[in-house]
């Protein structure tokens, strides 16, 4: 089993930044693939981006890409997303998931394990 807890929420004013952590603890960190999903009012979880466990080169949506960074570091159980130029239309709960094996699938029924969510909100 496998906790997550994200941390760095907030309110951002457009084309400011923000970075999200998630904290694991549990299962080896280091064998589980994470990703970031959002879920803005009134609309379906959308995947945002993730990163396999060794850390490899991350996959990301459209709509971030070139925007949001995804990083790991094993040794202090913890992921990130590094959110830049953001958008009022970034407005979101923002979810860490994650999963056993290499895959960043998009879909989020492939994940495992999630944690609560946080609130990022940004302002025109």
């Known amino acids: 089993q496998v906790q997550l807890v994200e941390s760095g929420g907030g309110l951002v004013q457009a084309g400011g930044s923000l970075r999200l952590s998630c904290a694991a603890s549990?299962?080896?960190?280091?064998?589980?693939?994470v990703a970031w999903f959002r879920r803005a009012p009134g609309k379906e979880r959308e995947f945002v981006g993730g990163?396999?466990?060794?850390?490899?080169?991350?996959y990301y949506a459209d709509s971030v890409q070139g925007r949001f960074t995804i990083s790991r570091d094993n040794a202090k159980n913890t992921a990130y997303l590094q959110m830049n130029t953001l958008k009022p239309e970034d407005t979101a709960v923002y979810y860490c998931?994650?999963?056993?094996?290499?895959?960043?699938?998009?879909?989020?029924?492939?994940?495992?394990?999630w944690g609560q969510g946080t609130q990022v909100t940004v302002s025109s």
């Open positions: 990163i396999s466990w060794s850390g490899g080169k991350p």
């Open positions: 998931a994650g999963r056993p094996g290499t895959m960043t699938p998009m879909e989020a029924s492939n994940y495992n394990y």
């Open positions: 549990g299962r080896t960190f280091s064998s589980i693939t």
